[in-house]
């Protein structure tokens, strides 16, 4: 049996990437949004691999089964974002989002990053348990810190404290 790989996100993926997103976001979840909608898709190295943030795939079997993202916004805090997993592999019998948020909150540690918020839409109920059951606490909006990156779509608000 195949192990799955999180390494950090390179320019080939891009494609794979964009993909994995919008199928999630559009034919699963039914958000009105297109690549247009999210120019930082296009440009993963510079809106995410710079300024103190990253961004990682999880690959299983050749394909790009999960993302997620950091992004440093100063005051030793960091927005997650982009966190997505192939419907297939979620839950605990591959473990993706537990192995993505793992590298995350490692990565954030080790770059002395001491919050982490995110923001989320009221659809993704199965991602509110799994934030929930790794330490994260739902917030109100206006707790937020003042750099984090609110996105049309997100409704619902978390932070934890590595």
């Known amino acids: 049996m195949e192990t799955v790989i999180v390494e950090k996100y390179s320019k080939e993926y891009q494609d794979e990437v964009i993909d994995l997103i919008l199928t999630i976001q559009r034919s699963e979840f039914n958000i009105p949004i297109s690549k247009e909608d999210q120019p930082d898709l296009s440009d993963i190295p510079n809106f995410y691999q710079s300024g103190g943030g990253n961004f990682w795939i999880a690959i299983y079997e050749q394909q790009i089964v999960g993302t997620i993202a950091l992004i440093a916004i100063g005051n030793q805090q960091g ?4 966190m997505f997993v192939k419907a297939d592999y979620r839950g605990k ?13 490692s990565w954030a540690s080790e770059h002395n990053i001491r919050e982490i918020y995110l923001g989320t839409t009221e659809k993704f109920v199965a991602a509110h ?27 619902r608000f978390y932070k934890t404290r590595l």
């Open 93 to 105: 019998g591959h473990n993706i989002a537990k192995l993505l948020l793992l590298q995350l909150t």
């Open 79 to 82: 927005a997650l974002r982009k």
């Open 129 to 155: 348990r799994f934030y929930e059951k790794n330490n994260f606490v739902q917030i109100a909006k206006e707790v937020l810190p003042d750099a984090f990156p609110i996105m049309k779509v997100d409704t």
